[in-house]
């Protein structure tokens, strides 16, 4: 089997990839919901990244054996890691214990639009037609979906979590503008994920503690552990494996398609699994926002 897969069209092995990201990524919602049934909040987010980094520090070590270590770079990629994994991700846990996966999907799919607000606000950048069109459509199907929060999805809770969600997406997006310098840096590509997700964990699990959240182990039930494996194994590790694959075969435009894809994964197995609420408005809605980021990453 592996020589077969060694010897397919890395074109065609590359859409696999991009399909299992949609799949993946779109479902790692659903698993937090399950995840939190019984584990607090920031814990199991800190304990799902910690897991995930020291799976990441092994097969770093077994197979990119990285020698020279900056430790300069080790902090800067430690700081992205409190951005991305603490704040962002931790903001989009808390959120899912309130409000739908697909809203909270959607809300993290806009990151490109709250990047370029904030680049203007910099001074950076400038405005298009492509961009003004779709910072529109993204209003207005924004606006459709909090409509249809506030009527048919149990009123203040779904717009609560939303919110909550929101300030996570804008966290990572400021994490992205404010750090990035358009570089990687030196660090091998799963060191460097082992070291952002050991910081974001380290972040999170403090949190919980200043937080005193109450971590019952016995009452964890089956159901939610499986929920922390799913993440880790799939929504971590085979996920980052889909994804570094893609990039290497595809040009960043097509791998980058999963973000649209993701709301709606994680609308119809919330549906599925969750009894959530899936309607045509709804459908109708997220397809009108997902357009307009498009439309805007297009004109950037």
């Known amino acids: 089997m592996l020589k077969a897969i060694q010897q397919a069209d890395p074109k065609r092995l590359s859409l696999l990839a991009i399909l299992l990201l949609c799949f993946i990524w779109g479902t790692t919602h659903i698993a937090v919901k399950y995840a939190i049934q019984t584990i607090p909040v920031f814990f199991m987010a800190g304990f799902r990244e910690l897991m995930a980094s020291l799976i990441f520090l092994g097969l770093s070590l077994g197979l990119e054996k990285p020698k020279a270590i900056d430790w300069k770079e080790v902090l800067r990629q430690g700081l992205f890691g409190l951005?991305?994994?603490?704040?962002?991700?931790g903001l989009m846990v808390l959120g899912l214990d309130y409000a739908p996966a697909g809203l909270v999907a959607l809300v993290f799919s806009l990151i490109p639009v709250y990047v370029l607000l904030i680049n203007?606000?910099?001074g950076k950048g400038r405005m298009n037609r492509r961009i003004v069109t779709g910072?529109?459509?993204?209003?207005l199907g924004m606006f459709l979906v909090f409509r249809e929060s506030l009527f048919n999805l149990e009123g203040t809770d779904a717009l609560i979590g939303m919110g909550i969600a929101l300030g996570g997406a804008i966290c990572w997006a400021g994490t992205s503008v404010l750090l990035s310098d358009g570089r990687d840096g030196d660090l091998p590509a799963m060191f460097r994920s082992a070291v952002q997700l050991f910081f974001g964990a380290m972040g999170l699990l403090l949190i919980s503690g200043v937080l005193l959240e109450p971590v019952d182990f016995a009452a964890i039930s089956g159901t939610s552990m499986l929920g922390v494996a799913y993440l880790v194994l799939f929504g971590s590790i085979a996920g980052f494996g889909s994804y570094v694959y893609?990039?290497?075969h595809l040009p960043v435009a097509q791998v980058t398609l999963y973000a649209y894809i993701n709301p709606f994964v994680a609308l119809f197995f919330g549906w599925l699994l969750l009894?959530?609420?899936l309607t045509l408005e709804l459908l109708l809605s997220f397809g009108v926002t997902l357009a307009g980021v498009w439309l805007l990453s297009r004109g950037r």
């Open 83 to 89: 951005g991305f994994f603490a704040f962002a991700r």
């Open 246 to 248: 893609a990039i290497r």
């Open 275 to 277: 009894d959530e609420l």
């Open 135 to 139: 910072l529109l459509l993204g209003a």
């Open 120 to 122: 203007l606000l910099m």
